[in-house]
């Protein structure tokens, strides 16, 4: 537990010291518009106002330019607008209204994961979605005369994903939660297994970048249940049965990528 | 903003204390329970007790005249074996908690629990105690009176416990003090019963202890223990630890040949109260057996027939050791359930639990010449008999069977049996 405690005071305090000295300029209501190879514009990565868009051309004012842009459409690779992202300082930007895809790696005390999810951002902070994962977890049923039995649980949970950002700065702060059934696979050990439901509830924070993925680093408690049936023989050649139900709590740390529109 | 981050990691911290899982168990199983004995009490027992049926034979040794079969944690039944086809029991050798003995020069090196005996049988109706090396693999664990832990008693039993829980760890401990006590024993075989050899020098494979010049090697589960042997005495004088899983040994020359789960190790025994790590033939996780013959050694790997063994090979393997520095697999041979093994009239015979008994011609050492199974027996284990090569010897799980052999047809006839 104080080793717990200890990580969350150091992810807390990682995480803080950009986020209480961000320093960003005013660029909200703003554009990135990308710029295709040949386009010979200087920097392909362009933060500024997007004032006309037509089927033929893009007229885009770039801060710290003193004109503005007429782009052809076939020099434009693609454009975040401004009602998608939040722009920050070094063309970093976080999405504020996009379809995202999520993948992550879990892992805590006897318990893995990799995770994949769907998401739609909206502006008003939330973000709701779809995922899966492949995630195993274990323990040991200690018993006397033959080595303890390990019981190790996959599944392919499918879950509902909501999160709720905090704050709209480069680094980005937020809540999340993940609600599912658990979709237990049957141990190599076991006969039965039954499904249960999982749920996952913790605090994140996504690195803002300048492309389409993003980092983000979660610490979170993760719950699922299972209960199963073991017939096994042991050294003494003894048949023994085992029915277990086990609802399983882990406090768990994820790394991850987000990756937004091409 | 910073009052949202606070109260979200305040939250973080109130789930941090939802770590233990929940939920119970419940599970039938056959169970140990910790049996202490005054170990004093134990010691000083009489070598010579009365005549008993055999319940849970272990390891056998066959002279001209004389049959030896282990009672596992008892001692030793003495037969009468000059007549083959009748045997006689004549006396009982109490060896409380002794599973694994060797007999060479008329003398019994054995275990027993924590300590390693040497019992003098040149005259069979007096046995004598010449050495007990006390505590030599290892010291005893006591209770709360003083009592030594000398094993553990099984029964089946259901028992239900919530994770957590004070039952959860009471269980734990007495696994704990399972693991702990097993760490300091020499380890059951996995075989039921198996021939430490004849008296004419032929060994068996499934050892765990040997005798070559004049020191005496026994396996641990990871150590190897050398014992300096001379006729009044016997001291340990090296424990060389070698690896985990540690099964069998076989000498041949100034080599021994350990068999373990997952290879055969070659150790140096030259020097033989200082014995060395050599080489190693490493192989999937399996029990097996050594058997070096000349240039070539004969290696079975056995994961069938639920005896504990782990892998999925069933194979009777041939290296080359013409340079034990470096073994090398030859040949392999798919059997059924190989455990013991043994070259009788330059053949390999290969036991095969209730798979029967698999026969090679080894004329060709290097090459196995599938010649028959015999599968209407049970047999762990061959040895031939020390004087007569028209008999050899079985154990199986009805008991000991004495059997004559037709070398042209590879036929057995039963000559006697001691069952059990």
């Known amino acids: ?262 | 903003m910073k009052t949202n981050f606070l109260i979200a990691v305040s939250f973080l911290f109130l789930l941090s204390s939802c770590v233990k899982d929940k939920g119970s168990v419940t599970m039938t199983y056959n169970k140990g329970t910790a049996v202490y004995a005054d170990l004093d009490a134990v010691r000083s027992k009489t070598l010579i007790g009365t005549t008993r049926q055999i319940n849970d034979p272990g390891k056998i040794f066959i002279d001209e005249n004389m049959l030896l079969i282990g009672e596992e944690d008892e001692g030793i039944h003495v037969y009468d074996n000059t007549n083959p086809a009748s045997p006689v029991n004549v006396s009982f050798i109490q060896l409380p908690f002794c599973k694994e003995f060797y007999v060479e020069n008329n003398m019994i090196y054995a275990e027993s629990q924590y300590d390693f005996v040497k019992i003098d049988i040149t005259n069979l109706s007096l046995p004598t105690l010449v050495n007990r090396v006390e505590f030599a693999f290892g010291d005893a664990i006591f209770d709360h009176n003083g009592n030594v832990l000398v094993g553990f008693d099984y029964a089946v039993v259901t028992e239900s416990f919530d994770f957590g829980s004070a039952e959860e760890l009471a269980l734990r401990e007495s696994s704990n003090l399972f693991y702990n006590s097993k760490g300091n024993l020499i380890p059951e075989s996995s075989v039921p019963s198996s021939f430490t050899g004849n008296s004419e020098s032929i060994k068996g494979t499934l050892n765990k202890i040997t005798v070559n010049n004049n020191y005496v090697y026994v396996v641990g589960d990871s150590k190897l223990y050398t014992f300096y042997d001379a006729p009044n005495q016997m001291n340990l004088v090296n424990e060389t630890d070698i690896s985990l899983g540690l099964e069998t040994i076989y000498p041949e020359g100034n080599n021994l040949y350990l068999g373990t789960q997952t290879s055969m190790i070659v150790v140096d025994a030259s020097n033989p109260s200082s014995p060395e790590y050599t080489s190693e033939y490493e192989h999937p996780t399996s029990c097996d057996p050594v058997l070096p013959n000349g240039n070539v050694a004969y290696l079975t790997l056995r994961t069938a027939d639920f005896s504990g063994c782990n892998g999925d090979e069933n194979t009777v393997e041939v290296l080359d050791i013409s340079d034990v520095n470096n073994p090398e697999p030859l040949n392999s041979y798919t059997v059924s359930s190989p455990y013991g093994m043994n070259i009788i009239n330059n053949y390999l015979f290969v036991g095969e639990g209730n798979n029967g008994l698999t026969i090679f011609d080894i004329s060709n050492p290097q090459f196995l010449a599938f010649q028959t199974t015999l599968s209407n027996v049970t047999v762990y284990d061959i040895m031939p008999h020390p004087t007569d090569p028209s008999i050899i010897l079985t154990t199986g799980d009805n008991g000991l069977v004495q059997y004559n052999i037709d070398y042209a047809t590879l036929t057995l006839t039963e000559l006697s049996s001691i069952n059990y």
């Open chain 1, 1 to 262: 537990m104080l080793n717990l405690k200890v990580l969350i005071i150091l992810l807390v305090s990682f995480s803080q010291a950009e986020f209480f000295c961000q320093e960003e300029t005013d660029l909200s209501n703003s554009s990135l518009l990308i710029l295709r190879r040949g386009a010979n514009m200087g920097n392909k990565r362009k933060p500024g106002k997007l004032i006309t868009e037509t089927d033929d051309i893009v007229q885009f004012k770039v801060f710290d330019a003193r004109d503005t842009l007429f782009v052809n459409k076939r020099y434009v690779k693609k454009i975040y607008y401004s009602d998608e992202i939040y722009l920050f300082e070094r063309k970093k930007f976080q999405y504020k209204n996009a379809y995202l895809f999520n993948f992550s790696w879990g892992m805590s005390s006897n318990h893995g994961s990799l995770q994949a999810s769907f998401t739609k951002r909206f502006p008003s902070h939330l973000e709701l979605g779809l995922g899966t994962a492949f995630s195993n977890v274990s323990f040991e049923i200690p018993i006397v005369g033959d080595n303890p039995i390990w019981v190790s649980v996959s599944s392919l949970p499918l879950y509902g994903v909501v999160k709720y950002h905090i704050n709209e700065g480069k680094r980005l702060y937020y809540l999340k939660g993940k609600v599912g059934i658990s979709n237990n696979l049957k141990p190599f050990n076991a006969d039965q297994i039954s499904n249960g439901y999982m749920w996952e509830a913790g605090l994140g924070f996504q690195l803002g970048g300048g492309r389409k993925v993003r980092h983000y680093f979660e610490l979170s408690q993760y719950s699922t249940y299972a209960k199963g049936h073991l017939a096994l023989a042991d050294i003494n050649n003894a048949p023994a049965d085992v029915s277990f139900n086990r609802t399983f709590y882990r406090i768990v740390f994820t790394y991850g990528i987000e990756l937004g529109k091409k």
